[in-house]
C-alpha cells in the first residue's frame, strides 16, 4: 500500500513570495490533515478535513494561508505572501477513519525555508 | 483545551539499558493518548495508542506505555534500547472539537532520544 505522498521535499522562497505545497493521501482515506512543524517543536495542527469539507481550521493563519482538499482527495496548501516565521516543516496526514482519532499515517513532510 | 507536556527534551541511553519518556497531558473528559515516533528525515509513524480498557498498552518495536489517570501521565517505556530506536518521540492527547463529533490531536514537544553504542 502506497504511504501519503508529498511535493517538493524542499522549498526555498523569499518573504512576501507565494508558495504550495501538494498531498496525495493513502487511498480511501476519509480525513486528511495538514500540521505545522517548526524546529524544536511538535506538529502543530493546521486544518483538518473529513472528506472534501473544512472541521478545523481554526489554527490556520487565514490572512496567508489557503488550503482545499479537491474531490476529497489530493490537497494542496498555500502560503501567499510568506513571511520569515513559516519556516518549518509541513505534514500531510491522513486517516481512514472519519471522526479523526484514529491512526494517523503522515508524508514525509516538506521543508520550507523563508530567507 | 487540552495540553500536553513532555519534560525531557533530550534523553540519552546505553545500548541495552531500560528506557522510560515522560508525558503528561492536560484534558477535562477520559483523553485518547498516543505516542508517535520520527525517524530523521521521514515522517511520524504510530508506536501505540490508549483509548480505553487496559492501561497498560503493547506497541510496536518492543514499547509499551501505561495510562495513569491519577498522575494524568502516559509515560513510554522499553526494556532494552536498540541502537535503531535513537529518534524524536512525541506524545498527543485527541479530544473532541467542541460541538462536533470530530477529534484532533495535540502535540507535544517532543523528546529527542540519543543511543550510545
Known amino acids: 500500500e502506497a504511504g501519503v505522498a508529498q511535493s517538493p521535499r524542499y522549498k526555498i522562497i523569499e518573504k512576501r513570495q507565494s508558495v504550495a505545497f501538494w498531498c496525495n493521501p493513502i487511498?480511501?482515506?476519509?480525513?486528511l490533515y495538514w500540521y505545522q512543524q517548526i524546529l524544536g517543536q511538535g506538529p502543530k495542527l493546521l486544518i483538518q478535513f473529513q472528506n472534501n469539507g473544512v472541521v478545523d481550521d481554526s489554527q490556520l493563519p487565514k490572512d496567508r494561508f489557503s488550503a482545499e482538499r479537491l474531490k476529497g482527495v489530493d490537497s494542496t496548501l498555500k502560503i501567499q505572501p510568506a513571511k520569515l516565521e513559516d519556516s518549518a516543516v509541513y505534514l500531510c496526514?491522513?486517516?481512514?477513519?472519519?471522526?479523526?482519532?484514529?491512526?494517523?499515517?503522515f508524508g514525509p513532510g516538506t521543508r520550507l525555508l523563508v530567507l | 483545551a487540552q495540553s500536553v507536556t513532555q519534560p525531557d527534551i533530550h534523553i540519552t541511553v546505553s545500548e541495552g539499558a531500560s528506557l522510560e519518556l515522560r508525558c503528561n497531558y492536560s484534558?477535562?473528559?477520559?483523553?485518547?493518548l498516543f505516542w508517535y515516533v520520527q525517524s530523521p528525515g521521514q515522517g511520524l509513524q504510530l508506536l501505540l495508542k490508549y483509548f480505553s480498557g487496559d492501561t497498560l498498552v503493547q506497541g510496536i518495536k518492543g514499547f509499551e506505555a501505561e495510562f495513569k489517570r491519577s498522575q494524568s501521565s502516559f509515560n513510554l517505556r522499553k526494556p532494552s534500547v536498540h541502537w535503531s530506536d535513537a529518534a524524536e518521540y512525541f506524545c498527543?492527547?485527541?479530544?473532541?472539537?467542541?460541538?462536533?463529533?470530530?477529534?484532533?490531536?495535540?502535540f507535544g514537544q517532543g523528546t529527542i532520544l540519543t543511543v550510545h553504542p
Open positions: 496526514a491522513s486517516s481512514l477513519d472519519y471522526w479523526g482519532l484514529e491512526t494517523q499515517y
Open positions: 487511498s480511501g482515506h476519509a480525513t
Open positions: 484534558y477535562g473528559a477520559t483523553p485518547y
Open positions: 498527543a492527547v485527541g479530544a473532541q472539537l467542541g460541538g462536533t463529533s470530530y477529534g484532533k490531536l495535540t
